[in-house]
């Protein structure tokens, strides 16, 4: 069982950033693929990237090059540092864990997720 908690969220202006933390609980951590994805108002979920357990990274394109994955399995934490964020980036970003691998980055955003976080909200004005 994986506890998954959030925090980071907040209003902002276009262009700033933001770093989102997930804490998670259990002694297993570092075995989980882990996954940030977000959802807008009246939008489908979105996988926003994943880190699998030997740190390899995936990032959506339509975040590449400004959000960034990293996780520090010493603190059973995952982050998501957002920056450059644009107005479409506004949503209710949750942090997952999978207990199943992928060989690719892609298909890491399509594996089954067993744990999620309550969420938090990002909001961007112009």
């Known amino acids: 069982q994986v506890h998954l908690v959030e925090s980071g969220g907040g209003l902002v202006q276009a262009g700033d950033s933001l770093r989102l933390s997930c804490a998670a609980s259990?002694?297993?951590?570092?075995?989980?693929?882990m996954g940030w994805f977000r959802q807008a108002p009246g939008k489908e979920r979105e996988c926003v990237g994943t880190?699998?357990?030997?740190?390899?990274?995936y990032h959506a394109d339509s975040v590449r090059g400004r959000f960034t994955i990293s996780r520090d399995n010493t603190k059973n934490s995952v982050y998501l540092q957002m920056n450059n964020l644009k107005p479409e980036d506004t949503a209710v970003y949750y942090c997952?864990?999978?207990?199943?691998?992928?060989?690719?980055?892609?298909?890491?955003?399509?594996?089954?997720?067993?744990?999620w976080g309550q969420g938090t909200q990002v909001t961007v004005s112009n």
């Open positions: 259990g002694r297993t951590f570092s075995t989980y693929t």
């Open positions: 997952a864990a999978s207990g199943t691998e992928a060989w690719s980055g892609a298909g890491s955003c399509r594996l089954v997720y067993d744990y």
């Open positions: 880190i699998r357990r030997g740190g390899f990274t």
